[in-house]
């Protein structure tokens, strides 16, 4: 059985060759060999933790969810100044707007968040007007985030651009964050929101921010940095064919009860 190996080794090789031949298809296999490899760690330290069952369970709520019936909530904040007390275990040193090139860099560090299409919706950002914000503690990078100047909010990617809240006067709006794995829970997302959110009262402009309200980290890392919850978005989806989407207010009791829960 020596010649079968050997035969399926060398296409195996050759093949390798060919596709280092188009860095573009190269990188796309890398990062799906890279996505596969996390699911399948993710997936089996989920059948050890809940068991097969369990594992089953969750899957048949995500598809039920994906197919039949499907809610989901966004939370619209708005910066207030009362910021909590930040205890964090990583100095941010800097938080300055970055640029195109800034980003290609990051891209090779973390590969895997900054893809070719991400790559290409930052170009189409910096050039509608958006800002993007790097947070560095030396020269590590440790966190990102967008900021735009908007009349009106739609959270496009979480609940879709039928659902907007309009607004009086354009505001900054803060959006698609993202902390890299190994410094998360660390402080680090409510001070960038602090300083983002007091660089824009520097400008006289309102900064607002929204998140999914099933992302609590989130949700907690906004609360802590100053904001109050002002709207709520909502989306139901039966079928995947009949939608329903509505704005609702929160009002006051409602803030210090979400606060108290969290």
Request: aromatic content about 12%; hydrophobic content about 40%.
């Amino acid at each position: 059985h020596s010649w079968p190996r050997s035969i399926a080794r060398k296409i195996f090789a050759q093949a390798k060759d060919w596709v280092k031949e188009y860095p573009r298809l190269h990188q796309a296999l890398k990062i799906f060999q890279d996505s596969a490899g996390k699911v399948f760690v993710k997936t089996s330290c989920a059948i050890k933790k809940h068991g097969p069952l369990g594992v089953t369970k969750v899957a048949l709520l995500i598809a039920f969810r994906s197919l039949i019936l499907r809610y989901d909530e966004v939370i619209v904040f708005s910066f207030d100044g009362v910021a909590e007390p930040v205890d964090s275990k990583v100095g941010v040193q800097q938080v300055e707007t970055g640029t195109l090139a800034d980003l290609a860099y990051l891209s090779k560090e973390h590969s895997t968040h900054f893809t070719q299409s991400l790559f290409k919706n930052a170009k189409d950002r910096l050039k509608n007007g958006d800002k993007v914000y790097i947070a560095r503690n030396g020269e590590a990078c440790i966190h990102v985030t967008w900021t735009g100047v908007r009349n009106e909010i739609t959270a496009a990617y979480e609940i879709g651009t039928d659902c907007r809240v309009g607004l009086d006067s354009p505001v900054v709006i803060i959006y698609d964050s993202w902390t890299p794995p190994e410094t998360r829970g660390q402080g680090i997302y409510q001070r960038v929101l602090r300083e983002i959110a007091k660089s824009a009262l520097m400008e006289d402009k309102e900064c607002w921010i929204y998140s999914l309200s099933n992302n609590y980290p989130s949700v907690r890392g906004i609360e802590k940095a100053g904001f109050k919850s002002r709207y709520r978005m909502h989306k139901i989806r039966i079928f995947r064919w009949f939608t329903w989407t509505w704005v609702s207010e929160v009002h006051k009791e409602h803030q210090l009860l979400t606060r108290n829960y969290m």
